[in-house]
């Protein structure tokens, strides 16, 4: 399967139709997966840009499985807290507090009044916007890409419906050396593609502590000896993370 920003070689066989023959190898792929089946988001991404905000009030879970999705695959995350004028982004802000002590760098922003501290952290990367559906994904694309709203109007058209959602991920050049890559809102972000290890390192916190179990095919469940566990007993690890 492809994925949106994959480098692909196309062979055109009339003016407005081509054929994909070869596909480049991927620097990075950002995928999610339930028991069943994977979704491939992006490829080629440098930097995920995580969009939470205070209304509707956002799932921390989704957002650990978004940021451990992007360690595994070595894209460097930004956590923007969207509605920062409303009061709830208060409370918001002291939720992320743990995330920020991990190192995630965190961006207050109010996009419908300008997305200017944005641009730096995009300049010269590949980057997906990721979130749940009402965060402010689509008003942070259409400032930073004003033709992407005229783009997603005529798509609406287009398919007779009266307000357009984003349904697939699209690519849209910042400028010559900047992407981004607008994708749906999701409600879950699976990570069942991670193994144990694989997922307890994708958990930046738990690093230091891993190796240090009792038992080498330690699952952190209930095992005796778990660093783990202790780490998250003594407060060294967020217990909710754990």
Same mark, same amino acid.
């Given at each position: 399967?492809?994925?949106?920003?994959?480098?692909?070689?196309?062979?055109?066989?009339?003016?407005d139709q081509?054929?994909?023959?070869?596909?480049?190898?991927?620097?990075?792929?950002?995928?999610?997966?339930?028991?069943?089946?994977?979704?491939?988001?992006?490829?080629?991404?440098?930097?995920?840009v995580a969009?939470v905000?205070?209304?509707?009030?956002?799932d921390?879970d989704?957002?650990?499985?978004?940021l451990? @999705?992007a360690?595994? =695959?070595?894209?460097?995350p !930004?956590?923007? %807290?969207?509605?920062?004028?409303?009061?709830? +982004?208060?409370?918001s802000?002291?939720?992320? @507090?743990?995330?920020v =002590?991990m190192?995630?760098? !965190?961006?207050? %922003?109010?996009?419908?009044?300008?997305?200017e +501290?944005?641009?730096?952290?995009?300049?010269?990367?590949?980057?997906v916007l990721?979130?749940?559906?009402?965060?402010?994904k689509?008003?942070?694309?259409?400032?930073?890409?004003p033709?992407?709203?005229?783009?997603?109007?005529e798509?609406?058209?287009?398919?007779?419906?009266g307000?357009?959602?984003?349904?697939?991920?699209?690519?849209?050049?910042?400028?010559?050396?900047?992407?981004?890559?607008?994708?749906?809102?999701?409600q879950?972000?699976?990570?069942?593609?991670?193994?144990?290890?694989?997922?307890?390192?994708?958990?930046?916190?738990?690093?230091?502590?891993?190796?240090q179990?009792?038992?080498?095919?330690?699952?952190?469940l209930?095992?005796?000896g778990?660093?783990?566990a202790?780490?998250a007993?003594?407060?060294?690890?967020?217990?909710r993370?754990?």
């Open positions: 399967d492809y994925a949106c920003g994959d480098r692909v070689t196309v062979s055109c066989s009339s003016d081509g054929v994909i023959d070869a596909c480049a190898p991927r620097d990075t792929l950002l995928y999610r997966s339930d028991e069943w089946k994977q979704k491939l988001i992006a490829a080629n991404v440098s930097r995920m969009v905000a205070p209304l509707p009030s956002f921390l989704v957002l650990d499985c978004c451990a @999705a360690e595994h =695959a070595g894209i460097r !930004l956590i923007v %807290l969207n509605k920062a004028d409303l009061p709830e +982004a208060a409370i802000e002291k939720s992320l @507090a743990p995330y =002590a190192g995630y760098p !965190l961006l207050k %922003l109010v996009a419908r009044e300008g997305v +501290a944005l641009r730096p952290h995009l300049a010269g990367q590949r980057s990721v979130g749940e559906s009402g965060m402010g689509s008003t942070i694309l259409n400032q930073l890409v033709q992407a709203r005229v783009q997603t109007q798509i609406s058209a287009s398919l007779g419906t307000k357009h959602t984003t349904s697939h991920a699209r690519l849209y050049h910042l400028d010559a050396q900047s992407d981004i890559i607008d994708t749906p809102g999701v879950a972000f699976g990570v069942h593609h991670l193994g144990v290890e694989e997922l307890a390192a994708a958990f930046t916190e738990f690093r230091p502590h891993l190796g179990c009792r038992f080498r095919n330690c699952r952190h209930e095992e005796p778990c660093a783990l202790a780490a007993e003594s407060g060294a690890i967020t217990p993370r754990f």
